[in-house]
């Protein structure tokens, strides 16, 4: 371990190679033998249930229920709703037969002609299209509305450059699909999923991100309007981490979803889409970790304290057994999860930097010295700060220092996007600007001209028009004409 | 609802009509439009999730992980192992090309041909292939042993006959793929993965099974042993309701996957896997329910009490829900879930015909006489009596009437599979009695030859041969040869 430690790339030599090694090295997910596709390993999925837990939580407290829809949709449902199918038609996987047959010279299988699909089937790389296809049947009166479905599924799209959790073919994600009466609903429940999401990465996650709105350039296909949390990775990259979709009556026009309304006329259904992903993964592991490797926040760790015993002999290592395994009890009945590993095989060293390498957030080590003076060794993974602590009263402030991590790594990175985001007012600045990274808050005429332009003399983009903060009107930086307020440029993943 | 109910299909009259009648009235899965794919509807869902969060927490106390492998498989993986082609080539879907174009006539868009794969990809109809090609990179020594690993995902076989939970083309389970050092610890392994489900079936589901062994006729693809739990559904029919695996080194052999043992020298390493799948929905619903639909098992019922007021003004509801609404925090307090329905738009009758219909397991009603009276009426779904209960006190009897019901349905199942299980002597006899359903007990000479024979002249399958049960050796009811024990045959879905 100590090897493969000296071999987890510094983020100031390449902070791409060092998040590639990181994930890889703290058993978080592999390439598979299928391009495109990662193997997520039991320790990534640790994180990852934890985090379908608590947001799963959320979407049923906000009233949602879960559903599962087909994997496989048929070709002609992509092309019904235009944008839509401009924007994932080009990049996914197509069945055409459903059968294999013995080679005739023995040399394995080979599609069986015969089995040719009359409809080519698209595996799903989003589902509004089957589902609301689904919709019309379950919609007739205002009655029956609004249904508030969520999924948990797999989707796939045939990415030509991919990162592991970043961008991969293969992802999991969740996707929430809405039905309401009436236009200003769709929009409330849009914005109070992107309210759900912003929570979740900031309390959980502790990712501190802007709320905003995207431009027509970043829209979801088939969108009228997409609301975007984004967030700050170390390098000063932007991360999308999570979107909301205002449909309006787009699907439902293109599926003829239609209800009678209150006034007994018949009208088209409003609709939202939002969806987080394994992404939020990379966005996880991106936003905290250091060159020891992850920095995982309490609230998302699946091992939350580890206690490593320090002994010479099986006598010491049973004293402190017996004293560490009320501690251990203790702590599991108030829902701290808790790993005692008195493993003979790998040394206290090993363990301490294969803790690190996983982003423990406490680690305590106890050892015959302590035993004797009634303390405990106690480190935090944020700081890597030590403290020798009274073993009496240790329950209550490994609670209180899970809660002090939660926050202050929350805080560090607040401050970390505070210092790298800047106003500019001229398109020169805003190009030396870009170079150095980071959020840049600038004047933009509303064209997608424009924003193309930018794009292609700078690799940034308007990453989102906030929600919230200046809206002081202005001019473009480029083009100067009137701006309604500053929007968010950034380069991005 | 009550036109509906009327409309239910009687067991009696086709039981076969009455399961898809219920799976539609009862809001549990529908069919999509992709054929053999349904779509599992909210209420459906909350009782597989139900089931999955338990047997989830079953799997990670006997030490099992999770984590997730793609959902495409190349197509020369399936061709390693001679056996697991034979039994998957036949009905799996290819992926052939990555993109879609705009057909030239403007009519939609059609398959681009440019974008063929060099090898076709396969949704996975099971795992074993593409996690044992993982599993090489995994495995180098025997302290990287055990790997007990599950995944819960979606799979797809090409089914030609489907029907909605028993038998679809892309359905939900969980896998689970674990490696071991040696023979006697996967065989461990898979017999005790077997009780885990066997455990399930019988306290949640309360449904009664029968642990066996497959014959080599009815075996996994690619196993040396499967071990199966068998049900009887009302009907008589036998329903396999999970399999345990084990595989031996077939896998490791096709994946090339060795370690070195203790004595340093390299072996192969052994394998079983082990499935459940949405086809336990099936089960669940064909075992309890009755004439007027559901009954759920209250460890599974995600709506376990309803109370349903009866007034017939705002003043009289507001003086129930005042008197209620103590019993429903205290009920949910002690983990119980409750949903307490004063919606207006729906009168009494209705509530109780479709709460009947859900299979809701415990319905309190509550009037003005009852308020007066300090009673509540409360019917039992499963025998369908009311009685009228005083209401101090009735958290505790409603606990109690929960765990009550559940043991009743259990009890009644139990005693349905006992009365339809006979044992016979000569083939005649057998052919008499599997015409009228139920488990038939004979003696077989082991060769799938005569299984064979008798599948085509009965339709009958050896369901599996018992672990427990009469070990008495005999001779073959069909060519007189030795039989080791008596085994199970039935008709089956």
């Given amino acids: 371990m100590a090897i493969e430690l000296k071999d987890l790339t510094k983020r100031q030599d390449n902070y791409s190679q060092w998040y590639n090694d990181l994930v890889i090295k703290a058993d978080l997910a592999e390439q598979s033998a299928v391009r495109g596709c990662m193997v997520i390993k039991p320790y990534g999925y640790a994180i990852w249930e934890k985090m379908q837990q608590q947001l799963d939580r959320m979407f049923k407290e906000t009233g949602h229920v879960n559903a599962y829809f087909p994997l496989l949709i048929p070709k002609s449902f992509l092309s019904r709703e235009a944008d839509h199918v401009e924007g994932f038609a080009k990049e996914c996987a197509v069945v055409t037969h459903y059968r294999l047959k013995n080679a005739p010279d023995g040399s394995g299988v080979v599609v069986d002609p015969a089995a040719k699909l009359e409809e080519e089937l698209i595996i799903r790389p989003t589902s509004e299209t089957i589902i609301w296809n689904t919709y019309r049947n379950w919609i007739h009166s205002y009655r029956d509305l609004p249904i508030l479905c969520n999924q948990w599924a797999n989707v796939f799209r045939w990415e030509m450059r991919t990162r592991m959790f970043l961008r991969t073919a293969e992802f999991l994600w969740q996707e929430g699909h809405t039905a309401h009466a009436t236009r200003e609903e769709a929009l409330d429940e849009a914005v109070k999923m992107l309210n759900v999401y912003a929570d979740f ?53 293109a599926f003829d979803v239609t209800f009678v309304n209150k006034e007994n006329k018949p009208e088209y259904v409003w609709a939202t889409s939002w969806g987080v992903s394994t992404r939020l993964m990379g966005a996880l592991i991106m936003t905290h970790s250091d060159d020891n490797g992850l920095v995982l926040p309490p609230h998302l760790a699946p091992i939350q304290v580890v206690i490593v015993p320090i002994y010479k002999n099986n006598e010491q290592r049973d004293e402190i057994t017996a004293k560490v395994t009320p501690i251990v009890e203790v702590l599991r009945k108030r829902g701290i999860s808790v790993k005692y590993d008195d493993a003979d095989n790998r040394r206290p060293g090993f363990k301490f930097a294969d803790y690190e390498l996983k982003g423990v957030p406490v680690r305590l080590a106890i050892g015959a010295r302590d035993l004797a003076n009634g303390t405990v060794e106690v480190m935090r993974r944020d700081t890597l700060q030590k403290s020798v602590e009274q073993l009496d009263g240790i329950v209550d402030r490994i609670g209180a220092l899970l809660e002090e991590i939660q926050d202050n790594i929350y805080q560090k990175a607040l401050k970390h996007r505070e210092s790298m985001t800047r106003t500019v007012e001229t398109y020169d600045e805003f190009k030396e600007e870009i170079e150095k990274g980071g959020f840049i808050l600038a004047h933009w005429d509303g064209t997608p001209e424009t924003e193309e332009k930018i794009k292609e003399e700078t690799k940034a983009t308007i990453r989102c028009i906030p929600l919230d903060g200046d809206k002081t009107p202005g001019k473009c930086m480029v083009t100067g004409k009137p701006s309604a307020q500053r929007v968010i440029f950034a380069r991005n993943y």
């Fill in 201 to 253: 990465a900031e309390k959980y996650m502790a990712v501190p991100v802007i709320k905003g709105v995207k431009s027509a350039n970043e829209r979801f296909a088939g969108a009228l309007e997409t609301f975007t949390i984004e967030a700050m990775m170390q390098d000063g990259k932007a991360l999308q981490s999570g979107t909301s979709h205002f449909l309006g009556q787009n699907f439902a026009k």
